[in-house]
């Protein structure tokens, strides 16, 4: 695994168990908190990987490729290079993380606030965007799935539960089987682009 790969992995492990000891002990303050804290990721996430490129760059412009790099088609290799290991992950799941977030904002105030909560909204675009691309396909997958299932095992029929309680434990459970099974199997390889 590379080292980025790590950090990144790391660091969304710690601010998906800080958010949820968020939710557990402060969660009348957690609007506060979620909304920048979103903001802030999608930020660093994407400085750290202009960061990354530029020493990717770097470095093979120190190697024999200093040669291609200096034509135009050499730079334009480089940034499809640099996209296809350090951004497209990120674009993709920033994408989808917006798509949630203003589907479930239009029909949460279509409905009249009765699906989602005003964090939980920043809470579940803050699991797609870091648990990523092609990851968050199969989190929102395991957040409605846990919730089915849970809703069937404690609930009365015609009760609904919240995803409110599903979003992190499945953010959770979703980069671990990711980092720990996933990404060690071919077919996930395939998945990116």
Do not use: C, D
């Not at 590379?2 to 992995?9: K, L, S």
């Not at 995803?163 to 077919?187: D, R």
């Amino acid at each position: 695994m590379m080292p980025y790969q790590q950090i990144f992995f790391y660091t969304s492990l710690a601010i998906f168990l800080a958010v949820f000891l968020i939710q557990i002990f402060w969660r009348k303050n957690i609007f506060k908190i979620i909304r920048p804290l979103f903001w802030v990721t999608v930020f660093a996430t994407f400085g750290y990987s202009f960061y990354i490129s530029f020493l990717q760059y770097q470095a093979f412009q120190s190697g024999p490729l200093n040669l291609i790099l200096g034509t135009s088609k050499g730079l334009l290799w480089f940034i499809g290079y640099v996209r296809l290991h350090f951004w497209n992950q990120f674009v993709i799941s920033l994408l989808g993380a917006l798509l949630i977030f203003l589907f479930a904002k239009y029909m949460n105030k279509k409905m009249g606030e009765r699906f989602f909560e005003r964090e939980e909204i920043y809470i579940g675009a803050l699991g797609v965007f870091l648990v990523g691309y092609p990851a968050w396909i199969f989190y929102i997958v395991l957040v409605l799935l846990a919730s089915v299932i849970a809703s069937a095992i404690f609930l009365r029929k015609g009760e609904r539960m919240p995803l409110y309680a599903f979003w992190i434990p499945a953010a959770i459970i979703t980069i671990l089987i990711v980092q720990f099974w996933a990404m060690h199997q071919s077919w996930w390889n395939s998945l990116r682009f």
